[in-house]
């Protein structure tokens, strides 16, 4: 299978080309308007998949480096400001949480908690699928792939359980018995857990990192307690909704938890290397959560972390150098945040914002705030994942917002979580979704149609619980 599409690649170059010779607008920079025209192509190109993400951004950082635009006539500063992302110390984070999750998988603890889970509360499919996200809930702070969380944890324990009691595929009757209820509440749930922490998924950091452009920090504590109100009831409530309206036909689960309780007897007792990884990740929560007291940021606990799994011998530097997935967000990710920081360094995101702010500007804050959130969520349609959606539109968004009053921490935070809840709209909408959809326990118009209205909760329990609680907390 040919990882490049020429027709999708031709388009992109296309766009890039229009863009690059259309009229200047006044106030715009040459130089800004010209890494517009790449980083829309570059975004382009990984919408309609002219190629792996990886191969995309280093398009991207090759274009910036020939054409000269982020040091015009420096051709050596040119390479060094198009490479800048890699010394980016939120996405080393990244990369860093990949390796430690990778010791979740290496020593089995992750299934293990998976396991446990449902031992505890599968005695009914409510329970079970309870279970399933409480084990998602707990691996997420540590697993910032949530494609990796769910498709290398939760979904084959999901598909298993499903199996086991005759529900596949096959047919309506045998994949609505309990398969298609489990895995349209694992998917979703995985979005949930994945805006409760800010190193659950990629497009958190690079949120955080944005945002910081404009001089608002965000810790990750600051995100987890304004997170953990709307969140924590997206997570109660979800269950409860698909439970309502896409119910099981199978209710009662009896056998679910003599099942993980043989598969937790195979995998006999807890080993030396799964006490280690639990070590490591009470030491890591630790530093994130308390690291300020310390004068310490998340990376620098997230190479603490990495360093215990390695003298330990719980991972070793060949499982480092296999773990594919970090390095290629690490390249993917240094790109994209490399021409967002320079779009706005540039003055493009400052100009955008102001042209914007223009039209919305007599709104009162109030007003503008869910006009901003909603239009935002609602182009997730167009986007196959969150980290595409944040890098091409987050800080345009941002900008706009607090130029006409709304409280920046605010809005910062609500649009990170944002691009990860609308990922409930389509079948393509985050990474884990084709695992999940291509497992055919759900049709595309039951994706889509719940998808829809488990979104409108999602947003209406973060305006109406998250305002509650922000305001509790100040941050408007």
């Not at 299978?1 to 020429?6: G, V």
């Not at 790449?38 to 382009?44: A, K, N, W």
């Not at 949530?146 to 309506?172: C, H, L, Q, W």
């Amino acid at each position: 299978m040919k990882e490049i599409k020429p027709f999708s690649m031709l388009a992109a170059v296309a766009v890039t080309l229009v863009i690059w010779f259309l009229p200047i607008p006044a106030g715009v920079k040459e130089n800004a308007w010209h890494l517009f025209a790449i980083f829309v192509g570059t975004i382009l190109g990984i919408i309609l998949k002219a190629g792996s993400m990886g191969t995309m951004a280093m398009l991207g950082i090759s274009a910036c480096a020939v054409t000269q635009v982020l040091a015009p006539g420096e051709p050596s500063k040119a390479v060094t400001n198009a490479l800048s992302g890699f010394g980016n110390s939120v996405i080393w984070l990244i990369g860093l949480a990949f390796f430690i999750a990778r010791g979740f998988v290496k020593t089995g603890l992750g299934t293990r908690i998976a396991y446990y889970f449902v031992k505890l509360f599968g005695r009914n499919s409510l329970g079970l699928m309870y279970g399933l996200n409480l084990a998602d809930l707990l691996l997420a702070p540590a697993i910032p792939s949530n494609t990796a969380r769910a498709g290398g944890v939760i979904f084959p324990i999901m598909k298993s359980i499903a199996i086991n009691y005759d529900s596949t595929p096959d047919s309506e009757a045998s994949r609505k018995k309990i398969g298609s209820f489990l895995t349209l509440g694992s998917y979703n749930n995985n979005m949930v857990t994945s805006v409760l922490f800010l190193t659950a998924t990629a497009s958190n950091p690079m949120a955080q990192k944005f945002a910081k452009e404009l001089g608002i920090t965000i810790s990750w504590t600051s995100w987890f307690i304004a997170a953990s109100v709307p969140g924590l009831l997206c997570f109660i409530l979800l269950p409860l909704y698909l439970y309502k309206f896409y119910a099981p036909q199978l209710k009662k689960t009896a056998d679910a938890p003599s099942i993980a309780s043989q598969k937790l007897k195979e995998m006999g007792p807890i080993t030396k290397q799964e006490w280690l990884m639990i070590f490591t990740f009470v030491v890591l929560l630790t530093l994130w959560i308390f690291g300020n007291l310390f004068s310490m940021d998340a990376t620098t606990g997230a190479l603490i972390g990495l360093c215990i799994l390695l003298l330990t011998g719980v991972l070793t530097w060949e499982d480092v150098k296999s773990e594919k997935g970090a390095w290629d967000t690490i390249v993917w990710f240094s790109s994209l945040v490399m021409m967002g920081s320079y779009l706005n360094s540039l003055g493009f995101i400052g100009w955008f914002g102001k042209t914007v702010s223009a039209s919305i500007g007599h709104l009162p804050w109030t007003t503008a705030f869910p006009v901003i959130i909603l239009i935002y969520s609602y182009c997730h349609y167009m986007f196959a994942s969150a980290t595409a959606h944040a890098a091409s539109m987050y800080l345009v968004f941002l900008t706009v917002g607090v130029s006409v009053g709304i409280p920046g921490p605010m809005l910062a935070i609500f649009l990170g979580a944002a691009a990860t809840l609308t990922g409930s709209l389509t079948h393509y909408g985050h990474g884990p979704a084709p695992i999940y959809f291509g497992s055919n326990y759900v049709t595309m118009k039951e994706w889509w149609v719940h998808g829809f209205f488990i979104s409108t909760l999602f947003l209406l329990v973060w305006f109406l619980a998250g305002g509650a609680w922000w305001h509790l907390l100040g941050l408007w």
